[in-house]
């Protein structure tokens, strides 16, 4: 595995190992992506072994913009219209496949759709247009494992998996994108992330969540979506979600907005053995870049476990949340 600057160079180096089937690691504006050539069933293949991701798990294609991804992906006048309104950006597009797409099967895990994104990072944009492929494209991490924001998770995670690992320092959103599906007459949200439902909603209209939940998942996780279980994004160390002033033995705390001074007159136990802040100032833009970040960071001390303060359920504090939760469940 070789760690390279994201300069031209190491973009052109990175663009010509896709071209050759090999796996590529690169920032995206959500958390670092391990890219393939969505065309080449090999390469494509090669991306669930490394992760030890289960196939039934769909992946994301990505392309520059909205021309590029016509090839694959039926767009109607609503997916016209939130590409226009959120590409390049953090907004997945769940579609109908064209009829002969060039872009493996594997991608779409036996389904008849594909889930289509344009990334708004420089890195990503200029290596997809050198490589001139579509670009399958998971987190860069072990499967159920935390998401990558540095490349310096992603070397962790993965090691010798990935051919080489392009080093864009942090990405700035530091949360996935957000999964919508347009195959039926109704938007679904699949997945919160950084683009909120007021926004797409503001474009499209209404959009649903709610549907049958699939063994495993969290309740109101919609069957289309193969890839939403429950656990997932896990740290080694056991969450404690929504945690008061109470303090058990061994834990760190990620706090979030400004925390009470510990002492006796305030009931705040100040043994923890670490404590990270999400946003002092209580910003959920803040909060959603350095969440992955202190989870590693905090994981990598060995807590006994990790409280986590509450978090607003708005906004961005939707997809922070889901991620949380998902932490926290365990198999
Ligand atoms: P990841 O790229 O690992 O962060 O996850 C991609 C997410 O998009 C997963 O939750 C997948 O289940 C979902 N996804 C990808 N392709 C499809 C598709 N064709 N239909 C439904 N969900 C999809
Ligand atoms: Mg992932």
Redo the contacts with the bound molecule.
Sequence with gaps: MALRPADGAGIAAAAARLRRGGLVAFPTETVYGLGADAGDDRAVARIFGAKGRPRF????VHAPDLAAHRAWAVFDERALRLADAFWPGAL?L?LPRTPDAPVSRLV?AG?D???VRAPDHPVAQALMRAAGCPVAA??ANRSGRLSPTEAGHVAASLGGAADLILDGGPCPGGL?ST?L?LTGEVPVL??PGLVSRDTIESAVGPVETAGPALPGTLPGTPL?????LAAHYAPRAPLRLEAGAAQEDGEALLAFGAAPTPGPASGVASGYAAVRNLSPAGDLTEAAANLFRLLHELDALAPDAIAVAPVPEDGLGVAINDRLRRAAARD
């Design positions: 798990n769909p992946l994301i997945t769940v779409s389904l759709t594909v889930a998971p987190s996935e999964v599906s699949l997945r289309e979506s193969p890839g939403m």
